[in-house]
């Protein structure tokens, strides 16, 4: 039992710090910041599930449903406390852009076999307060096409439906990289 408590205690921790490694290979590798990745523009990939249980809080989407919007994804798993710290940000980006043409969908892929669980995800979805789309990603169908890496990572594709930026990490109102993504955002929703 205290060996399991201790494996229970080590993975995750393990698990971050290998994320975190790795994340800063990956800055080093790209000479860019942890704020704004600016990507050339490609056309976001379908949304990989249309069966209506693996949606929460909107019947299955298409990406031709949300042409003329601009759209946050966030990569996310209730496992991740980097992800809710993240949330009460989103939430406030999310009320203050609610007139506009922006959209945020959440892409729950998860990191262990519980987080599979769709009520699990309902809860926190609930107890998070998230009141966007939430599709659940649990085969990292949607994941690979993205070819995204890191819990929590933010896209943020145009009206067109091209993936203009991404973010990584954990984000908070007021940070360098809130105002970047929030700067992102304000220039694709000026375009036409």
């Known amino acids: 039992m205290k060996n399991s408590l201790l494996s229970d205690l080590l993975v995750p921790v393990l698990v971050a710090i290998f994320a975190a490694i790795m994340l800063v290979q990956f800055m080093q590798s790209t000479g860019q910041s942890a704020h704004a990745y600016s990507v050339s523009p ?13 949606w ?3 019947a299955p989407l298409k990406m031709s449903n949300l042409r003329g919007k601009v759209v946050l994804i966030d990569f996310w798993t209730y496992g991740c406390w980097n992800c809710y710290r993240s949330f009460p ?3 406030d980006l999310e009320r203050r852009y609610k007139d ?4 945020i969908i959440g892409i729950h892929t998860p990191e262990f076999e519980h987080e599979k669980e769709r009520d699990n995800v309902v809860k926190k979805i ?3 307060e998230l009141d966007h789309p939430t599709m659940m990603d649990n085969d990292f169908g949607f994941w690979k096409r993205m070819g995204n890496r890191y819990w929590p990572t933010y896209y943020l594709i145009d009206k067109k439906g091209l993936v203009r930026y991404f973010f990584i990490g954990e984000t908070h109102e007021g940070t360098d990289k809130a105002i970047a993504i929030e700067s992102a955002i304000k220039t694709l929703l000026s375009e036409t």
Not at 42 to 54: I, L, W
């Open 42 to 54: 490609k056309p976001a990939p379908e949304f990989t599930q249309t069966d209506a249980e693996a």
């Open 56 to 58: 929460l809080g909107s």
């Open 89 to 91: 940000w989103m939430n």
């Open 100 to 103: 506009q043409d922006f959209q």
């Open 126 to 128: 609930e107890e998070f």
